[in-house]
């Protein structure tokens, strides 16, 4: 007999709520908020064939689930307390959900969360997260707070997720072990919430890299009322990456998406305090550009030479 | 040109945050958590075929999407806050998202809570709400708390959302204005916000009727360690639903599902508590009978004799 919706909860996603006064299996959680903190809430929806492939291990796509609502309270510079999840499945397939359910629960312990409700329904394949996290009242790292002469920062290397789509897409070919550290790029993005934290009350601003850099770094701009000049040279690229052709190296690191680094500025005098927690959260960081006066988005070339780039991330109604 | 991603999130869900620190716009909504109380969160999905037909409008989707959030948060007692919004559509079809904007947002404002986030993509038709609210610490209402002479208490009436679904399918006709009342209590459920609140301290365990009476008496049931009796011809009942052949009203009753009534279960000394808290609310309510010791959900007839019913709700993986 097929496995029932409630067993289906029991056997892979009930778990004693620890911090949670109460977790699953009633009609809501119960959270108690820290007194002094404010909740950062993040919700993202993954739908097949948009946000991954079907050819993806269901341990990575658990991973990946929440690693993208992770990276949203690493932009706020929020520790993670508790997550739902709200999953629509074609049919309780128990090798996908055992695997899907250890991929979650390793990064969830990891970052000493838990999943507290939810939902199953049948359908088409859905993933549903909405994550919790907190931080002292007032202290979000937020997008709008970037300011003309802030340099600009980023995370990890961009690019190599967007690589690895092109490969699956058959427009790129690159050698096994190449092929293995891009699909890992997009099939286990690595959330930036120890270096988001440490950012509070250094950084200005903080976006999480997920439509692609151009896109992200464009809303930074608009919501804090500034341009920007982006150095091409300077971004932070792995060595797969940098051994592709040009056009397409560049169109990865600028437009790539899935990257789920964190983008953020900080003023100039700032320097030892960003490098320092990036050093702390062990977390490769560079700069990258400079927050500058005006509503321009100016990318340049090593000499310092604007390129022609149309400015534009990742639309899930455009693509 | 196809409306974009952020333009549709700009056109018909952005609205000004009233009460959250910060709303749409950023990596992470941001709450201001009450001292004293604790964080009610809920999580459901709904998929067209299963929670609602390609037939209905989009104002009483986006009025039932939200609904059945809010009917969980009845459930505990909690005083509504806030929700986000995750939507998965095929396409960016502007005259549904106006009118799903419209049925949603009016039962937001009737019950004082924004959209403070969420997130839009493309895909089969997907809705995911988290709603938020809140209770004093240690009030909230519970599935585990039902005690042996308790009795049992359902708002409204049952059924005629499963009748509605009888008449969807072909099996059940019925005249226009019964047709349009049953077919409103299957799309436009009220959620019992009100009534929750005032029943905290009165009531001893509540849970919302979403799965069907038989299945989720049967969670209250097991949560509380307890069995009960129920009386068939005390179910309150429409007379749309009165005047139904006895075996489909009977169905309709206790297996219905989507009926979004609270289900509770109060001491017979808190009966002129519940009476009044019903009053106050505005909502009708009726004793169906009693919780008894052991485990058993005995149905009887009017004369006492127990009916041969099996127990079980509404399964999504055995449906």
Redesign the interface.
Known sequence: M?????E?IDRYFTRPARRA??GI?????????T?G?????????L?????FLATVAPQRLGHKALAVNLS??A??G?EPLAF??????P??DEAFLAGFAEGLFALADRHGIEL?????????L?L?I?A??Q?P?GT?L???GARAGDELWVSGTLGDARAALECFRGTLAVDAAAFEQLRRAMECPEPRVALGRRLRGIASS???LSDGLLGDLGHVLR?SGVGARLRLDALPRSAVLAALAPPLQQECLLRGGDDYELLFSAPPSRRPDVLAAARDADVPVTCIGLVEAGAALVVVDAAGQPLPVAAGGF????T
């Open positions: 097929a496995l029932g919706e409630f289906l006064v109460l299996g009633d009609d809501c959680a119960l959270l108690a908020p007194p903190m404010q909740l950062c809430v993040s919700s993202d929806m739908v097949e064939g948009r946000h949203d309270l932009a706020c929020a739902t999840l709200a999953l629509a499945l049919r309780a507290v409700g939810g939902d199953t329904t049948a359908g088409p859905n549903c909405t919790f996290g931080v009242a979000a937020l997008r709008s903080a976006i999480d919501r639309d899930h109604f455009r």
